[in-house]
């Protein structure tokens, strides 16, 4: 069954991608939604793990679930029942390790399709197959070019990273697929029109704070997008391009100051500690390290090995082209947020990824360009950078054979002994106890010390812990 699911999925990517690029001149709009079809369905599959991934999803899907009229701000643990540390953000009760608007997001998920692993990713699901329209929009705003916008948007329906995260398997999941949404909204009403106007210049301002209380400050490189536009494509005077950002950062900056004042009010020194952990990003590491060249090396591992080959083309290219600030807008989108977060001691894929529309309309200038040139094996190569390559990494990403019938029946007895626990009970012990909680109403901790466990006992609480896939009674 699970090699039958595999080869048909296979083949309506293959027959897709096909009709796609069949389309693509005479009828374009069947292309896209073709493109949209083959992504929908990527995210999808890869969405149907029927557990929680461990770093970030367990953690998001729990204080999402934990969002009640009760609390009203996202909680990890509703009570501790031993003494906890505040500035762990693994086990702390009010949970802002990153803005709170996604979950709310998530809360609304999980109150209408239910309590499960599908429910939390259904978002991401979908905003993720929207960036893919948003990207080709935003290449047919700057470029007014269909061809340019379809590869663009192709190589984002499945595009490996972007399918990690909106299924939740890369660390800060959910968040780095919203990040790029509302970012990509932003940028697409700043692009929307050449004479940018007021009403234009409001909504994209207000999808910017929503990509802000996503992600926090990477979302502000949209702000240099907004002034190259604006002075370079556009033409306005210094002033003029001046008053229309600070325009928009005065109503960008209302916004947030009233957010975060509501956010620090309930949650007092959580929110502090936060915050001072977010800036020590920058000259502490976090999770994960690497050298300078960190992003310079990944973006081989996202985007092809061909990627290098590709931007040397397109530097060529801007050096030539009489579209040349356009083609330095993408460029420098690109370069300079990695050129910044390099600089950053931790560092993880998610942090740049601002910079994927950038990378999708750079393949989809260079693979026009290189139509026009004539040579013996011009087609194989145009093959290979955009068909061969994308799958190949696509499908390393999606495992297309994957054992999930396996998997739900594994995740069936699980659910089954998480039954058997109360509001009031403890699982101690609990490797996985951020996902025990999520699919139950016990409170579970993944270590507890032998003093604990019996001051727990002494009032009386219940207490479990897994011997095996067996809940046992401590």
């Known amino acids: 069954m699970n090699i039958l699911i595999g080869i048909l999925l296979i083949s309506i990517i293959l027959f897709g991608s096909y009709f796609a690029f069949y389309f693509a001149e005479k009828k374009p709009k069947y292309s896209l939604l073709i493109i949209l079809l083959i992504g929908f369905i990527l995210r999808l599959f890869i969405s149907s793990y029927p557990n929680l991934h461990k770093w970030d999803e367990r953690f998001h899907a729990l204080s999402a679930k934990n969002i009640s009229s009760q609390n009203l701000y996202p909680k990890l643990y509703i009570e501790h029942n031993v003494n906890y540390d505040t500035k762990n953000w693994m086990i702390e009760k009010e949970w802002i390790h990153k ?3 996604l979950l709310y997001l998530i809360k609304c998920s999980l109150y209408t399709f239910g309590n499960n692993a599908i429910s939390v990713r259904i978002p991401s699901i979908l905003a993720s ?4 329209l948003l990207v080709f929009l935003i290449a047919c705003n700057l470029f007014q070019n269909t ?8 190589l984002c329906s499945v595009n490996g990273l972007l399918l990690d995260f909106s299924g939740g398997v890369m660390p800060t999941d959910h968040y780095d697929t919203f990040l790029l949404f509302f970012f990509c909204c932003s940028i697409y009403f700043f692009t929307k029109e050449y004479e940018l106007n007021i009403k234009n210049l409001i909504i994209g301002t207000v999808f910017l704070f929503l990509a802000f209380q996503t992600k926090l400050f990477t979302a502000l490189f ?10 370079f494509l556009n033409r306005y005077n210094l002033f003029k391009s001046i008053k229309y950002i600070v325009i928009s950062f005065l109503i960008f900056i209302s916004l947030n100051l009233l957010s975060l004042y509501l956010i620090y009010s309930y949650t007092g020194n959580a929110f502090i500690y936060s915050m001072y952990e977010l800036f020590a990003h920058i000259n502490e590491t976090y999770d994960q390290g690497g050298p300078w060249y960190f992003y310079i090396n990944k973006i081989r591992e996202n985007y092809g090995e061909l990627i290098y080959l590709v931007l040397i083309f397109y530097i060529y290219l801007t050096y030539t082209s009489i579209n040349k600030s356009k083609y330095l807008l993408i460029g420098t989108w690109f370069v300079i947020p990695i050129l910044i977060l390099s600089f950053a001691k931790t560092k993880m894929p998610g942090y740049i990824i601002i910079t994927v529309p950038s990378i999708f309309i750079i393949y989809g200038i260079v693979i026009l360009e290189f139509r026009k040139y004539t040579f ?19 499908m390393e990403r999606v495992k297309p054979f994957t054992d999930y019938i396996s998997m739900y029946q594994k995740h069936k007895i699980y659910l089954n002994e998480l039954r058997l626990l109360k509001k009031d009970d ?12 999520f699919f139950s109403n016990a409170t579970s901790y993944e270590y507890l010390s032998t ?10 609480f ?5 011997d095996g896939d067996k809940l046992k009674k401590y």
């Open 99 to 101: 803005p709170p608007f």
């Open 129 to 132: 197959t929207l960036t893919i």
């Open 147 to 154: 061809t340019i916008a379809l590869i663009s948007s192709y």
């Open 222 to 231: 949209a702000y240099y997008i907004l002034f190259f536009m604006l002075h």
């Open 376 to 394: 013996r094996f011009k087609n194989l190569v145009l093959f290979i950078v955009l068909f061969i390559i994308p799958l190949r990494y696509c």
């Open 426 to 437: 403890i699982v101690v012990n609990d490797s996985r106890s951020i996902e025990t909680m």
């Open 451 to 460: 003093n604990d466990i019996d001051v727990l006992k002494k009032k009386h």
């Open 462 to 466: 219940n207490i479990y812990y897994f």
